[in-house]
């Protein structure tokens, strides 16, 4: 079992930033990737972005050369560094963690953390 909790949210100004912050706890070291994603209300979830052990971080293009996703040598605390926010950021955030075994996938998931952008 894989606990993620997510922190750092709230509201700021439109050009602001915000860091997003997910501490994850339990059985944590078969987790191969990290990531956040967005749910604005009446919307799918999307991702946001997303980094893999070993591998290279992804983002989706709306939050390209704004956001960046980092994560801890110990693989148990994943950030996501918010510049030049906008109103569209808008949305809960949820941390996102992933056991890939190539022939099956498991997916954990934080309760969420409120982002609001607005003057």
């Known amino acids: 079992q894989v606990r993620l909790v997510e922190s750092g949210g709230g509201l700021v100004q439109p050009g602001g930033s915000l860091r997003l912050s997910c501490a994850a706890s339990?059985?944590?070291?078969?987790?191969?990737?990290m990531g956040w994603y967005r749910q604005a209300p009446g919307k799918q979830r999307e991702l946001v972005a997303k980094?893999?052990?070993?591998?290279?971080?992804d983002y989706s293009d709306s939050v390209k050369s704004r956001f960046s996703i980092s994560v801890n040598n110990a693989w148990n605390t994943v950030y996501l560094q918010m510049n030049s926010l906008k109103p569209e950021d808008t949305a809960v955030y949820f941390c996102?963690?992933?056991?890939?075994?190539?022939?099956?996938?498991?997916?954990?998931w934080g309760q969420g953390t409120q982002v609001t952008v607005s003057s």
């Open positions: 996102n963690a992933v056991k890939d075994w190539g022939y099956a996938k498991y997916d954990y």
């Open positions: 339990g059985n944590i070291f078969a987790i191969n990737t």
């Open positions: 980094i893999i052990k070993g591998g290279s971080a």
